[in-house]
Every structure is written in structure tokens, then in C-alpha cells.
């Protein structure tokens, strides 16, 4: 059974930094593809950030030079480190897993899904 489950979440000023964790079990980190999306409320599912099999990288144009998706295979675990944080930002943050690419714009479903973790920025 494949589980992600999100932590670092909180509640931080503008231009403060987070740093979100999704520690993946029943699967490897490095064999799936995977990825960070929000949603806020009354607002669209919005992919933010995600991460390929070879560790190529693809953001929304709105954290591009802020947020920072990595991985570490050791740890089984998918960041995303949040600096220079905006009110916009303010959302629930979940991670995706799946064994096909993830395209930043889908709307659909995943393989795998986390229950997230709410980030809320203050300005």
C-alpha cells in the first residue's frame, strides 16, 4: 500500500520560508514521479511544482525563483523548500505520486494522493 503523507506546513509572514516534506512508503521516491499541488479555498487544484524520474523539474510560472522541489532517495522523502513567501501562496499543499509523468496542469486524478498539509501566509 503506497502512502504519502505531508508534514511543515504552518503559518508564516510574507518573505518567510517553509519547507514541506512527503514521506513516501509502500514505494520508492526515485521510481515514481512526483509532485506538489494547492488548493485554496474557492480556488482551482494548482500544480506547483514537479519532479521527473531523471530529477528534471518544472514549476508554475508564479513560485518559479521562489519554491525549490527535490528528493532524496535515502530518506524516501519529496521537499519542496518555499522562500520569499506571498499571501497568494496560502493553500493546502498535497504531494502526488504516479508511474506515468506528471504534467503540471493536469486536473485529474493521480495514482497517489496525500491528505496535505495547509500553509497560510500573513502579510
Known amino acids: 500500500q503506497v502512502q504519502l503523507v505531508e508534514s511543515g506546513g504552518g503559518s508564516v509572514q510574507a518573505g518567510g520560508s517553509l519547507r514541506l516534506s512527503c514521506a513516501a512508503s509502500?514505494?520508492?521516491?526515485?521510481?515514481?514521479?512526483m509532485g506538489w499541488f494547492r488548493q485554496a479555498p474557492g480556488k482551482e487544484r494548482e500544480g506547483v511544482a514537479v519532479i521527473d524520474y531523471d530529477g528534471s523539474t518544472t514549476y508554475a510560472d508564479s513560485v518559479k525563483g521562489r519554491f525549490t522541489i527535490s528528493k532524496d532517495n535515502a530518506k524516501n522523502t519529496l521537499y519542496l523548500q518555499m522562500n520569499s513567501l506571498k499571501p497568494e501562496d496560502t493553500a493546502m499543499y498535497h504531494c502526488a505520486a504516479d508511474t506515468v509523468p506528471i504534467w503540471i496542469g493536469y486536473t485529474g486524478s493521480f495514482g497517489y494522493w496525500g491528505q496535505g498539509t495547509q500553509v497560510t501566509v500573513s502579510s
Open positions: 509502500g514505494h520508492t521516491v526515485s521510481s515514481y514521479c
